[in-house]
């Protein structure tokens, strides 16, 4: 069982940055690929951006261009730079992980962007 925490979030306005924070319970480096997702009010949740093992990232176009995904294994902890955050980037975050053993999710932080 490895257990996710989210922090990092809160209120900005538009155009501002956050940094929103994954620290896991266990080691990250084995780990086959780390995500962000987020829920909109109202909405379905979806997936933003992964790391993968080796490094290569993707992501949704929603964020391309202005989220950047990254981790330190040695902190065993997932990152999620978000930049130029606009009010519909409004939602609870959530970081995933993915080992052999199963997947895991946190349990959400809060993002509000103002206009």
């Known amino acids: 069982q490895v257990q996710l925490v989210e922090s990092g979030g809160g209120f900005v306005q538009a155009g501002g940055s956050l940094r929103l924070s994954c620290a896991a319970s266990g080691s990250i480096a084995s780990a086959r690929v780390m995500a962000w997702y987020r829920r909109a009010p109202g909405k379905e949740r979806v997936w933003l951006t992964t790391i993968a093992l080796g490094g290569n990232t993707y992501y949704a176009d929603s964020v391309k261009g202005r989220f950047i995904i990254s981790r330190d294994n040695a902190k065993q902890t997932l990152y999620l730079q978000m930049n130029n955050l606009k009010p519909e980037d409004t939602a609870v975050y959530y970081c995933?992980?993915?080992?052999?053993?199963?997947?895991?999710w946190g349990q959400g932080t809060q993002v509000t962007v103002s206009s």
């Open positions: 995933k992980g993915a080992w052999s053993r199963g997947e895991y």
